[in-house]
């Protein structure tokens, strides 16, 4: 049923604003996501297929929430069943190399936005699309955290053009692709994810691993495809980017800037949807920041929604964690609770416009 800000507390508020990765691939293993949900009241989880702070080389120790198609489909009808405003339930699937739901547990296999950027040919990036969709809807996911819309602007960067995530140099191009992705999900009643604004494609280092600069390598044209899928009214949700780049922002990468996130992304290129940060947990952010500063200056930048994959590293109180933080923020009056209800609003409305409320 329909859910009205005003009936909801400061605690579900902010608890709406928060985007968690946890362990677990059945029921009974998910004590700690379910307590999430039912106590700090999230209104977002993504899964991945692997543990990367479990310590393990071996793959098969590193199992974090995928099986197999039945397995992920009872996961999340689990989780759904324990929240009381629906869930949105995020996966990266990309596809090619950034790829969570594979072949090897038995779903269809998927081709990267470069592969599909050079043949060329619209209508296979549609089909191709489709049936990711497809593949998310039938297990229970509603939040496909793509497509890439950064372009392949640098030989030398490790985490778009080294996996193959961007679909051209050419922004007219990359934009056309990306329709065609976002169109074969809606189809499919599934979201997406335009990232990594305000563009990735030019850098030469990877945040995961630290604080990248793109002072010098950052383009203009980096914003077209984000301008022209927005206007077009395909975007509902655009992830951050945790690049710096002095010339937009002399003091803070680009998911903490309110002149990027606000001043660029809202007031200039006029997006009213949801704003979610890359993960908060890369070392971009992680390593510069901590959580006591990343989370007041995410969202005073403008971001609705904060992302904490708990992959990189593993922390089972971080919901409790961050929810605390912005309540102290708002308890001092850094934050408005004005601010907390405007996210928690259009967290909301795209929940409605998935239909999850129906």
């Avoid at 040919?121 to 699309?129: K, M, P």
Wanted: a negative charge; one cysteine or more; hydrophobic letters at 40%.
């Amino acid at each position: 049923m329909p859910v009205s800000i005003s009936t909801l507390t400061l605690r579900e508020k902010i608890g709406q604003m928060l985007l968690i990765g946890f362990r677990g691939a059945r029921p009974a293993e998910c004590d700690l996501i379910v307590r999430d949900i039912r106590e700090h009241h999230i209104g977002a989880v993504i899964l991945f297929d692997q543990d990367m702070a479990g310590g393990s080389v071996d793959t098969a120790n590193r199992r974090r929430n995928i099986e197999s198609p039945a397995q992920v489909k009872e996961l999340l009808a689990h989780l759904q069943s324990q929240a009381r405003i629906p869930l949105l339930t995020a996966i990266d699937q990309e596809g090619g190399r950034v790829n969570r739901l594979k072949p090897a547990y038995g779903f269809p296999e998927s081709i990267s936005h470069e592969e599909l950027g050079k043949l060329g040919q619209l209508s296979e990036t549609f089909r191709h699309a489709e049936l990711t969709a497809q593949t998310l809807r039938s297990v229970g996911l509603n939040l496909n955290l793509a497509p890439v819309v950064d372009l392949d602007l640098g030989p030398d960067n490790p985490i778009i053009k080294g996996k193959g995530r961007a679909f051209s140099a050419d922004p007219a191009i990359a934009a056309q692709h990306a329709a065609e992705f976002i169109r074969a999900h809606r189809a499919q009643g599934v979201l997406t994810c335009l990232k990594h604004f305000p563009g990735h494609g030019s850098a030469k280092g990877d945040t995961h691993y630290g604080l990248v600069d793109v002072t010098q390598s950052w383009r203009e044209e980096e914003l077209m495809p984000f301008q022209e899928l927005i206007a077009a009214g395909l975007a509902d949700v655009v992830m951050t980017a945790h690049v710096f780049n002095k010339n937009l922002d002399s003091e803070n990468p680009a998911t903490l800037s309110r002149a990027v996130m606000t001043g660029i992304l809202r007031d200039r290129l006029g997006f009213q949807g949801v704003i979610s940060s890359d993960d908060m947990e890369m070392r971009a952010i992680a390593s510069h920041y901590g959580l006591e500063n990343s989370v007041p200056l995410a969202i005073e930048a403008g971001v609705d929604l904060l992302c904490f994959g708990n992959n990189l590293s593993y922390h089972p109180d971080i919901s409790g964690r961050v929810a605390d933080i912005i309540v102290r923020a708002v308890e001092s009056g850094r934050i408005s609770e004005s601010r907390i209800d405007a996210s928690c609003e259009r967290v909301l409305a795209l929940k409605r416009k998935s239909g999850l409320f129906c």
